[in-house]
């Protein structure tokens, strides 16, 4: 694949509906974006499912991943979305408007610099901190605190990915919102500085 630039890619077997991608971000194949604001230098590797969410930047998302599935009105006679999808199957019948702004309403925000694992579920309404991991094939039904691990079903906190001290430098030090050519010209010291070293470069800077 050629160099990723300002202008997203997207899979020609990706479907991205009523969304707005980043600068250098990447939809891989067969992968279907609903109404998803998607940061800058995020990718999703493929087989993707995402709705009615926000994700920041630099968000690796795994294959197989869904991220805000949708809920049916399980509260009523039937589950089947004839109620709310009523234009499939009759002329004279509307679609229930109701139901889908409960869905924008619900949707999943997604800090920067996170990772999903493969086949990771996060359940709408959730919120995921910036930092996060979130281990293959976890389903995520409650918020994400920054720079925190979790997996399981339902996931809970594994451990942290760096002490508290050091996720609030990282969350303070914002390098994600740095431009291009400052992210290329650090890319040596984020390869071989331990974080530590590389918050105390930065934060002088």
């Known amino acids: 694949m050629a160099r990723l630039s300002e202008t ?16 250098y971000t990447e939809v891989m194949a067969h992968s279907w974006l609903l109404e998803v604001d998607f940061g800058a230098y995020s990718y999703c590797a493929g087989r993707n499912e995402i709705a009615y969410s926000r994700i920041g930047k630099f968000a690796n998302i795994a294959s197989g991943c869904r991220i805000c599935p949708t809920n049916h009105p399980y509260q009523r ?51 995921v901190g910036t930092g996060a991991i979130v281990a293959a094939g976890a389903v995520v039904t409650k918020d994400v605190a920054p720079y925190s691990i979790v997996g399981g079903v339902a996931a809970s906190e594994i451990k942290p990915r760096f002490p508290a001290r050091i996720a609030e430098r990282l969350l303070a030090l914002e390098w994600w919102d740095w431009d291009h050519a400052t992210l290329r010209a650090r890319l040596a010291d984020f390869r071989r500085l331990p974080v530590e070293a590389f918050l105390e470069t930065y934060e002088r800077a």
Do not use: K, Q
């Open 8 to 23: 997203p890619w997207i899979d020609p077997t990706s479907r991205v509906i009523d969304s707005t991608l980043g600068a």
């Open 77 to 127: 006679a039937s589950l089947h979305h004839f109620m709310y999808r009523a234009s499939n199957y009759w002329d004279d019948a509307e679609d229930e408007a109701e139901v889908f702004e409960e869905r924008r309403r619900n949707g999943v925000t997604v800090g920067h610099d996170t990772w999903f694992g493969y086949n990771a579920i996060i359940m709408p309404g959730v919120t």
